[in-house]
Structure formats: C-alpha cells, structure tokens
C-alpha cells in the first residue's frame, strides 16, 4: 500500500500546526502543501482536496462548510474539527470510545467530525451513565471545567501571551460562556443521549493546555444508585479494552500532586484520564485529556488511523 496523501486546510491554526506535527514524522503519510498565497484560493483547495486521501478542515465553521463542498472526489474522506457538524447524522461522530459501535462507525465514514475538547471529556464521563442506564436521560448534569487558554485558539494565546497582555488581570483563572450557550453544549447533549444540555460552566486557566472537566454527581438521583468505588469498577470494565482512556484507582492519592488535581498532566499525549471521588451519596467523575491531544489534534489522527487500517496509536502517545 502507498504512503497516504492528506492535505492539511488550516494548516496555519492550533489544531492544524498539531495534526502536522504528529503526521510529519511518520513514513506512511505524504503531505499536500498549499502555497501561502493559494490558502483562500478556491479552485487550489479543491485540487488538492480532491487529490488527497484524507482532508482535515481547521477552520472556522463557515470555512470548514465551504471547503466540505468543494469536494468532488467520492474517494476523498474528510475529518472535520470544527463545530459544523458534529450534531449531523451525516457525518460519523469522532469519538472512538462514546460507545461499543462508534469505531465501526468512523472506520467506515467518508466524512467524520472532530469532537470539541470539553465535550470530549464530558461525554468519556457522561455517555456511559446513561446508555447503561445507570443515570437516565433526564439527569440534572452539571460540568465545572478548566482548561489552558490554547483552546481558545489564536486570539486568546495573543491576549495572554502578546505584548498587550495584562499580566496582573490574566494571573487568575477565569469563568466564561455565563449566558450557557457555549458552542459545545449541542454535541454534549446530543451525543450524550440527554434531554436537556448539561449545566456547564467552563473556566479558562493562566497556562497553556491541558483540562478537567468534573461531574458532580448525587446517587439518589441515579436510576441504578452506586457509590464512588463501585462507579469507578463500572468506568474500569467499561474502558478496559480502550487504549487511550485510563480509569484511575479509587481512593489512591499517589495519583494527585499533593492532594491537587493536575490539569496539565495528560498533556502531550492522547490519553484521558479518568478519576471517581467521594463515597456512597456524592461522588465526583473528574476526566482529564490534552485539549489540543485528545481534545483536538490527537483525536483527529486518531480517527484517521481507524479510517485507514493503521495501527491506532500510530504517531499518538498514550
């Protein structure tokens, strides 16, 4: 089999300059360049879209429909990270873990859709709860979050890290989305299979990457009422066969830094970690991922191994 020709629109972004980094060093993949001064060309992205194996569209939504509508070769299977479509039934959802036919379902797919990083976490946590039944559609979710401020993209790096940034305003971490319509809650309640979206309140850090997201969860309120420990045996049967998802030992403070939770510790991986505290009435489900690893770049080629029979950890670090 030949090397796999991917082009790469929005090369220049967070999420593209990622994907690059992890494909260049690889021997089984060829990269379309596009000339600085051909990105916004039309007829240039539809060549190369055209002549590619596998398209990853890093742009903006409008930009990530256009380029999707440009394709013209049937051959052509595109992975999507924007927020264009990741509540369509037409293209396949980019979560190989939500649930036991979900891979089937992007090994197959001719067009797939990136999740968003904070519904990535949500869902590692939230889906299993209610496709087994143990919380039902109608459970009340809540999700406090934290993230590095990469995951704003280009803009928010600037604020923090430009020569305009105001160091003493930027020092704290920093609550957003407050009128709840962040751009992830639609996938997060769709995918999650809720009947209403989750109660989410993310928060941006003053560092670069890395995030948790947290369900605080009551066990009277779940249909099937469990404790802590026994929640956490059900993620570790549930991911046990799952490369990437790490289900942490309960009650093992050998695992925090010093009683803290480390945000940052999944970074440069692809991996989630997942963590279970509390006892037999209030329990915390805490998952931590990369925002630009798991939550981004990472799964994008993790996708792309599945749709291309490669090894699925290939160019990925667990």
């Known amino acids: ?13 967070t999420t593209g300059l990622k994907i690059r980094e992890r494909l260049d060093a690889r021997g089984d993949v060829e990269i379309a360049a596009i000339a600085d001064d051909k990105r916004k060309d039309p007829a240039e992205r539809k060549r190369l879209i055209d002549s590619s194996d ?18 013209g070769n049937p051959h052509t299977r595109i992975l999507d990270a924007s927020t264009a479509f990741r509540t369509s039934d037409e293209w396949a959802y980019g979560l190989p873990e939500l649930n036991p036919g979900q891979r089937d379902r992007i090994r197959t797919a001719a067009r797939v859709s990136v999740p968003g990083c904070y519904a990535t976490a949500f869902l590692l946590g939230a889906a299993p709860l209610v496709d087994s039944g143990i919380a039902g559609p109608d459970y009340p979710f809540c999700a406090p979050s934290v993230s590095g401020y990469s995951g704003g993209g280009k803009k928010l790096i600037a604020a923090y890290e430009g020569p305009e940034a ?12 407050l009128g709840l319509s962040h751009k992830h809650l639609p996938e997060m309640q769709k995918r999650a299979g809720l009947d209403r979206p989750p109660l989410f309140a993310p928060t941006v850090g003053p560092y670069y990457q890395g995030m948790v997201v947290t369900l605080p969860l009551h066990a009277k309120l779940l249909v099937k009422r469990m404790g802590a420990a026994a929640l956490r045996e059900f993620y570790a049967e549930r991911y046990s066969r799952e490369e990437f998802v790490r289900v942490m030992p309960f009650g093992d403070d050998s695992a925090l830094d010093s009683g803290f939770l480390d945000p940052q510790a999944c970074n440069g991986t692809n991996r989630a970690d997942i963590f279970v505290f509390g006892n037999d009435e209030q329990i915390l489900v805490s998952v931590r991922i990369d925002n630009l690893g798991k939550g981004s770049s990472g799964a994008a080629v993790q996708c792309m191994n599945i749709m291309c029979g490669c090894p699925e950890d290939a160019g990925l670090r667990a």
């Open 1 to 13: 089999m030949g090397k796999i020709r991917v082009f790469v629109d929005g090369q220049e972004g």
């Open 54 to 71: 596998i398209v990853f569209l890093c742009l903006l939504d409008d930009g990530a429909r256009e380029s999707a509508s440009l394709a």
């Open 166 to 177: 105001d160091a003493a305003k930027l020092a704290a971490p920093r609550s957003y989305a």
